[in-house]
């Protein structure tokens, strides 16, 4: 961003300098990054307000909500100062991760001063309910708390692509989470004593809403197979619907800008024509399409320019569209529509957005590698193989990597008839060498302390050429067996060699010593890359590749399968961690898998959510899913941690159940709906860049929304069903202590 902002410095400095001089950016990834970036400060910004908004409905007075509020600035400040000192950058993963949280910043603080708020309605004084309050649910939020942030310690097990994305986001993440819990425990208490000194007024309409609520919580106790029916029935939904949808690695973002590649249908054409073809294609771009900024094109000279034009045709047009962010045209339609015009042209044009897509970060497309040493062997494969994929639906651009290959003489040697004279093989090859090096460098002379090389050159008249390549003529001296005399024969290369014309790669590529010819295609709007991998998958699974071939595929599947295994890890990881942080809170070892069976729930939600949207599977989604295995077991924690703590007062557990939902039933709702209404900002952004965004606050939000729902009922009900034994407090007293010392 800085080499981008000195760049267009200069720009400005040299049109002011020289009149006339005008400049344009064709390409400039700095401004898309900080579009990107501006896009997911405006949504965290917007979130917070949504957070505090939440608040200031359900608390239903100024002070309060003040003093929560207060707790989202400081603990960004105290993320954004870590974040200086561990390296992490402000880029759109950390600001998402930011974005993401800002509305679980509060959670502690709510649960705090709702704890408060009981107390004092209570009748106790504003600094005992202070005091008393945090310190009755300092367990239940720091274990809330730690189990949202270890969910991305796994990270550091992981490497690669996977690693790249979750890192910073997940430092940022837990930055903000600890400042919040170190906040709510120290600030909130403070600030409560000193300023909620009047009890806070009742809400009629906030007690009905309880009075329902226990209503139906007394009702799902005596039925509770109808929550298990109802949670088991999505998960199988939700399973079924998973098994068709489609998977990328990234969202596709539209920037407003395309990079188009122009090539002649007919290979033979000039220079000259391919750019009046060029010329004709540009003006019925500027001339038809809506909403351009700017247009520009240049010939493919190799250079920096061509970064986004994939062909090797020298004589390719590189052009570039620029749309007004204003205008509200996307590139896709653009993309559509300048693809009509020039469909009756004889040119063929390779249209891609060229913003800053992070699948850049990895392959696009399908590869299949070939295997192989016999290059005749890899090309019959390449061709067979390409053939194939012309069958699969939804593969365009099919490219079998044998359009560069290039003419070539193959000289084989006769071992038998070679040996009959007197000759190797190595010895052809040397004579061969040294006949066909036009230039050669014997040695070198010094004058005046310069050295100057001796080169030989041959002959241009009597060079080798494939017409006479049949009669090259070496001298071998040969023994007559009879007569033991030594003779000075002339041999031919056509009599005991095979001269034969074939075509050979350009290049050899190597893997792991093998070598490796690949096959690409690229995947059109209309499909899905996980899905055609499938059904190329089937289609390679009955072919038989020629002997020493073997195939492989490569690209951007196999990219999304690595990172979601390495996701399915951190996920299987994170949960193991939480069920050891929950055994510490509970000092047991089954209740936390009455909260844990709250994480299969929110998944389902969420990638129901995701179906619901017609959105695909990616990699960024799936970090909505490593997110929310740590949100939505924070409020089973605080509901258990309750019920634990009536029981063992000398409560009877259903009676305890029931209080626990009359007292933790609002700060679980307000600490869900302010995450929720944080994430609303994302979900619902129409600002460029946030589709990137997009499918993982879609996740979280489906996925928190449904699983909040289900824990009222779906908790209470497990516990009922598991925790049958009577509560028991675990202490030890000092004398026993001492007698054991």
Known sequence: VDVAD???ETMERLMAENEGLHLNAISDQGYYINVAINSVLNNLLLGAILAIAVLAIFLRSIRPTVIIAFSIPISLLFALTLMYFSGVTINMISLAGLA????????????????IFRLRSEGKSAATAAVVGAKQVTGA????????????????????????????????VAYSLLASLLVALTLIPAAAANILTKEPPPSKMQQKMVNKYLHLLKLNLQHKWVVFVIAGGVIVVTGIAIASMGTSLMPSVDYGQLSITLTAEDEEASESEVQALATETM??????????????????????????????DSKAISMYVLLDTDSGVSGAEAQKEIEQLTADLPVVLEINGAGADMSMIGSSGIEIQIKGEETDSMAMAAEEIANLMAGIEGLTNIDAGLDENSPELRVIVDKNRAMEYNLTVAQVYQALAAEIATEQEV??????????PVIIASDPDHQLSRESLADFSFEVETTDISSGETQTQT?????????????????????NQSRVHSVTAAVDDEHNIGLVSRDLEAALADYQPPAGCTIEIAGENVQIQDAMQDLIKMILLAAAMIYLIMVAQFQSLLLPFIVIFTIPLAFSGGLLTLVICGMEVSVIAMIGL???AGIIVNNGIVYVDCVNQLRLDGMEKHEAMIEAGRRRLRPILMTALTTICSMFAMVFSQEMGAEMIRPMAIVATGGLIYATVLTLFLVPALYDLFQRKAAKAVAIEEDEIEEKE
Do not use: H, W
């Open 283 to 312: 003006q019925l771009i500027m001339d038809n399409v809506e909403g351009l900024d700017i247009v520009a094109a240049l010939e493919n000279s190799g250079g920096a320019m061509s970064m986004f034009n994939t062909s090797s």
């Open 626 to 628: 490593l997110l929310l």
């Open 443 to 452: 040695m070198q002379i010094t004058l005046e302390d310069k050295q100057y």
């Open 6 to 8: 000195s760049i267009n």
């Open 491 to 511: 041999v031919y290369l056509s009599q005991i060699a095979t001269i034969q014309e074939a075509e050979s790669p350009s290049s050899i590529n190597r893997t």
């Open 100 to 115: 993401m949280g800002v509305g679980m910043l509060v959670d502690n603080s709510i649960v705090v001063i709702e704890n």
């Open 141 to 172: 939020i720091a274990a809330s708390t730690l189990t949202t942030v270890c969910v991305f310690l796994p990270v550091l097990f992981t490497q690669g692509l996977t690693r790249q994305i979750f890192a910073d986001m997940g430092l940022t």
